[in-house]
């Protein structure tokens, strides 16, 4: 049974960073692509990055560069570093897991994804 278990969020003021961590198990983890997925109060989940298989990486629009995925295959374990967080990044980020191999238009739709975690809280204050 696949388990993804996220930390790492937490209440921050505006400019502040964070890394959020996701432990996968009971998988084979290079077999998967590992996303994350974010979901404000009252709106529907929006992408925010993948790695893929191959370590390729996609993200979402509203990144403008400040948020980094990772992967360490050895600990099974993605990664994902935001920085210059703003109020407007308030929301439960959650990953999720895939075999599927394709482009970010497929990795970025959350019916891919057949695996999540429950999800952890970050709060921007301003």
């Known amino acids: 049974q696949v388990q993804l278990v996220e930390s790492g969020g937490g209440l921050v003021q505006t400019g502040d960073s964070l890394r959020l961590s996701c432990a996968a198990s009971?998988?084979?983890?290079?077999?998967?692509?590992m996303a994350w997925f974010r979901q404000a109060r009252g709106k529907v989940p929006q992408f925010v990055a993948v790695v893929t298989q191959d370590g390729i990486t996609y993200y979402g629009d509203f990144m403008r560069g400040r948020f980094t995925i990772s992967r360490d295959t050895a600990k099974n374990t993605v990664y994902l570093q935001m920085n210059n967080l703003e109020p407007e990044d308030t929301a439960v980020y959650s990953c999720?897991?895939?075999?599927?191999?394709?482009?970010?238009?497929?990795?970025?739709?959350?019916?891919?994804?057949?695996?999540w975690g429950q999800g952890t809280q970050v709060t921007v204050s301003s």
């Open positions: 009971g998988l084979t983890f290079s077999n998967y692509a």
């Open positions: 999720a897991a895939t075999t599927t191999r394709a482009g970010v238009a497929v990795y970025a739709q959350t019916r891919y994804y057949r695996s």
